[in-house]
């Protein structure tokens, strides 16, 4: 199974809300080689590490592709980069976020990618959409579950699902 995270906290001129540029970057990964399986659902979530910054859409989505995980990984930064993404300053805010979480359960450490993504377990609003995604998924190098993952998080890091509906924040 091959996970993403997929996050923002700004909008765009040409997007109106972080809801659609996320959106709108899973609709173009089928032409860049990306095939969406399935997604969670809409998450608002609390900036991490807190700030004051908008509040982030986020979710998580399984996907299919033919793609090693380094080109994968290449082909997702160019997707943030088209949707506007500018990397100046760490955990500013951003109109698109796309992380490679696991891939088959392989372990990597290149330097420019670590299989599993190197913070998936500490960050609740990756945990709470891959649990809904993929209950029994596990983690590649702690052996556990999503669930176990998510219980043992210490207090903080707000998320709640959106209502696909509304328009929201995102």
């Given at each position: 199974?091959?996970?993403?995270g997929?996050?923002?906290?700004?909008a765009s001129?040409?997007?109106?809300?972080p809801?659609?540029i996320?959106?709108?970057?899973?609709a173009a990964?089928?032409?860049?080689?990306?095939?969406?399986?399935?997604?969670s659902r809409?998450?608002?979530?609390e900036?991490v590490?807190v700030?004051d910054q908008?509040?982030?859409?986020?979710?998580?989505a399984?996907?299919a592709?033919?793609l090693?995980?380094?080109a994968?990984?290449?082909?997702l930064?160019?997707?943030?980069?088209r949707?506007?993404?500018r990397?100046?300053?760490p955990?500013?805010?951003?109109t698109?976020?796309?992380?490679?979480l696991?891939?088959?359960?392989?372990?990597?450490?290149s330097?420019a990618?670590?299989l599993?993504?190197p913070?998936?377990?500490?960050?609740?609003?990756?945990l709470?959409?891959?649990?809904?995604l993929?209950?029994?998924w596990?983690?590649?190098?702690?052996?556990?579950?999503?669930?176990?993952?998510?219980?043992?998080?210490?207090?903080g890091q707000p998320?709640?699902?959106?209502?696909?509906?509304?328009?929201?924040n995102g």
């Open positions: 199974m091959i996970l993403i997929i996050g923002s906290n700004l001129r040409e997007y109106v809300t809801r659609e996320a959106a709108a970057a899973l990964m089928p032409g860049i080689g990306i095939e969406i399986v399935a997604r809409w998450y608002l979530s900036p590490p700030s908008p509040w982030f859409v986020n979710a998580v399984t996907v592709t033919a090693d995980p380094g994968l990984l290449d082909r930064l160019a997707l943030e980069t949707f506007g993404r990397r100046a300053v955990n500013a805010a951003r698109l976020d796309l992380d490679l696991d891939y088959d359960g392989q372990r990597l450490d330097g990618l670590i599993p993504h913070r998936l377990h500490e960050r609740r609003f990756v709470a959409p891959l649990l809904e993929a209950p029994d596990r983690h590649p190098v702690l052996g556990l579950s999503a669930a176990a993952l998510l219980a043992a998080l210490p207090p998320v709640q699902p959106l209502d696909e509906q509304s328009a929201g």
